[in-house]
């Protein structure tokens, strides 16, 4: 079956279940089975994230261009706003855990160094350090980019350090007996056969740190889709917390979906797939 065949019949297949979720959901709604307050229809829902996806005020020449209007919903500039969140605190604790987890993997003296440490943080979860974070780098973007960073820290590291210390000693022994320098065994046969331990970190920091994001966003700054939903729920308005809940899968499933893709393609190699 061709590739592109076979995609569209995974992503019908996908589909069906949520369709059948909807269904009963506006099945509920349409018998008053439930309040609508408590949890209104996806008719609703729907209708509500179309207004949070549309511009605020109607279009004015003077105040700027048409393309600058037609970003300018609510929806939009806070998606915006958490994803630039999610990359820069991703960037940094996957930047810093990256060449840490290489050296632990590498080297069981700068593993006793830092193992200890490191098991006692990790079980911390980043939610915890909200109040120091507040208290550390007060409101705004850098508390945020804080927490996500931690949040992405932990799985970019363990995985790396797995990655490093379950390369097959075959390879290294062969290496060794061709004469390999540290520097090629390190770049032509460690970090080769690491990669796939690697990626699946960076694919789970990404989704922690969307998570962590959403909950920063809560309590240290004034926009993002987590502050939305917190501002829906003072005013009860639980249609628009369903629809900032369903923006948050949406662009959660498209990150996964580039990222698996991108596994897919950077390990061509290790799957046999390369021509």
Known sequence: MPAAASSWRQLAIGLVLPAVVVALWQTVAVMGWVNPQVLPSPLAVAEKWIAYLLPLQPYDPAAGGWLHWAVSGELITDSISSLYRVVVGFLIGGGLALPLGLAMGMSNRVYDWFNVLVQMVRPIPPIAYIPLSMLWFGLGNPPAVFLIALGAFFPVLMNTIAGVRQVDGIYIRAARNLGASGFTMFTRVILPAAVPYILSGVRIGIGTAFIVVIVAEM?????????????????????????????????????????NKLNNHLLRWHRGLEN
């Open 219 to 259: 309590v240290a700054v004034n926009n993002g889709l987590g502050f939305r939903i917190l501002e829906a729920r003072e005013y009860f308005w639980s249609d628009k917390i369903i629809a900032g809940m369903i923006t948050i899968g949406l662009i959660g499933l498209a990150i996964d979906v580039a990222m």
